[in-house]
């Protein structure tokens, strides 16, 4: 069983973990993710030790806030349900749900109905005060697809989601805390460049790439263009005259465009086809026409 990560990320690679981790290799010293997002592969994957970073600076602040109540765990859920409670969200967990008559009247969106009033005074609330890690993971778990979306002003200002403090929820929280609690774990914000730099290599260090897809539009991406592109394939060919074993995710093509660097760079190594559940950020029904892939130099 996967281990699905507590910040449910749109388009992770959590429903891809059985398919990659059979191209993955065995007796791994240090994992090393210069693009770890929610974490769901580091989540499932076995290593002696693992170094994640990810230059967007609100997901790693998340991750070291959960790290910091992997031994007080309980501390970490009391407070979580004292500010659900106190902003009245819908908590399924807790038994706290929407009556069957909105259910009826908004049959897909009742959860968003109900939530939207307490939702924007959270979100109101964090704006305020951006230090406040345990609001904003809140809004996490009830905005839409989940998204960390921040205006140029630097509010939060994703809209409510059709979700709630559910199993699933509280399930991948534990995961995650059992985890964090049983490795050795360090979290980074760096551009991926400078934490790759930064890195001394050892024997049977193995490094996972999952960077912004240059062909596809979607929040994530944003910011990355050729030249971004090109310097992160020439890294890795550093890498692979260094000995050290690497795989990049990515796609070849995307709604009818191609990433033709990248196609033609790969040639150099092996394209290992990954069935594709790539989906719009927008709308978690719709499953684009891609060609996914997995580039490994062993």
Known sequence: MMNRSPFFYVGDKYKLMKQLSGY??????????????????????????YLA??????????????????NNRDSFYKKLEQQI?????????LGITVSDELKSKHKKTYYAVFNKNAYKA????????????????ILL????????????????????????YNKNVRT????????IESNEIDFSCLDFIDFIKGITFESGDFVYLDPPYLI????????????CEFALLNLLDELNSKGINFA???????????????????????????????????????KEDTTEVLITNY
């Not at 993955?24 to 994957?45: A, M, R």
């Not at 596809?216 to 030249?227: M, T």
């Not at 760079?265 to 990954?274: A, E, I, L, R, T």
Request: one cysteine or more; hydrophobic letters at 35%; proline letters at 3%.
């Open 24 to 49: 993955f290799p065995h007796d791994v010293n240090k994992l090393i993710e210069p693009f770890c997002g929610g974490g769901s592969v580091f989540l499932n994957f076995h290593a002696q030790r």
């Open 53 to 70: 970073n990810d230059k967007n600076k609100h997901m790693i602040k998340l991750h070291k806030f959960l790290k910091s109540y992997a």
């Open 85 to 93: 409670k106190h902003y009245g969200l819908s908590a399924s967990y």
């Open 122 to 137: 959270v979100k109101d609330d964090f704006n305020k005060n951006k230090n406040d890690l345990l609001l904003l993971y």
């Open 141 to 164: 778990i009830y905005g839409f697809n989940h998204m960390l979306r921040f205006n140029s002003s630097g509010d939060f200002n994703l809209p409510v989601g059709n979700v709630d």
């Open 172 to 179: 991948a929280l534990e995961a995650y805390f059992d985890f």
């Open 216 to 227: 596809s539009k979607c929040e994530y991406n944003k910011g990355w263009d050729e030249k």
């Open 248 to 286: 990049l995710s990515n796609v070849f093509n995307h709604k009818g465009r191609s990433n033709e660097m990248l196609i033609e760079w790969s040639k150099k190594y092996k394209v290992n086809p990954v069935k594709s559940n790539y989906i719009s950020y927008y709308d978690n029904t719709i």
